[in-house]
């Protein structure tokens, strides 16, 4: 499979977007110049969580590097068949065109597991890509110890499970990575 990297993300209304400032296609470029910089050392599969927001871009993305180099693979990471039912029509089109795109589609939890707790869906889903990657491009504030954001969690857990990280600040949308040496360990 050789070198893997998934993506955890903000959704759109927690940017601060406006006409002036940061757009969604900002962010979205952002990522794909990062993609573009991972396929350079080698990466070729891509995992999406495929919700609104930072891992729709990013699937796009490796959709659109996928049309110069068909060994780049997209996989999507579904928590759970229909979590797009209440989203808008045009993003529920997106997500559509995105998914058809995909080489592999994992639907990890069924209806009744989200109907009970999707919540738990969605943690399910972030563990899964994160155990499988050895990479993950996170879009978010580098201090995410205290957020009790799904992208928090997700952050938390690749340091546990010592992954390589980058962060794409929120705002900036500048890159830093967070190496192995930087992460605390509790003893």
Not at 4 to 32: I, K, M, N
Not at 133 to 140: E, K, M
Request: net charge negative.
């Amino acid at each position: 499979m050789g070198k893997v990297c998934c993506f955890t993300g903000y959704r759109p209304h927690r940017f601060d977007f406006s006409p002036d400032g940061l757009r969604p296609e900002q962010v979205q470029a952002a990522l794909g110049e990062m993609i573009r910089t991972l396929y350079d050392e080698g990466y070729r599969t891509f995992i999406s969580g495929m919700s609104a927001g930072v891992d729709l871009w990013a699937a796009a993305e490796v959709l659109t590097l996928r049309d110069t180099d068909s060994t780049v693979k997209l996989v999507a990471a579904v928590p759970f068949a229909g979590q797009e039912n209440h989203w808008s029509i045009p993003l529920q089109r997106e997500y559509r065109r995105i998914l058809d795109g995909c080489q592999q589609v994992e639907y990890l939890f069924d209806e009744k597991a989200a109907a009970v707790d999707p919540s738990a869906c969605y943690r399910g889903r972030n563990h899964w890509m994160v155990d499988r990657a050895d990479t993950v491009v996170a879009v978010c504030e580098i201090d995410v110890a205290d957020s009790r954001t799904g992208t928090a969690a997700t952050v938390r857990y690749a340091r546990r499970l010592q992954k390589r990280i980058f962060y794409i600040h929120p705002r900036t949308l500048a890159v830093t990575e967070e190496t192995v040496q930087q992460m605390e360990f509790p003893l």
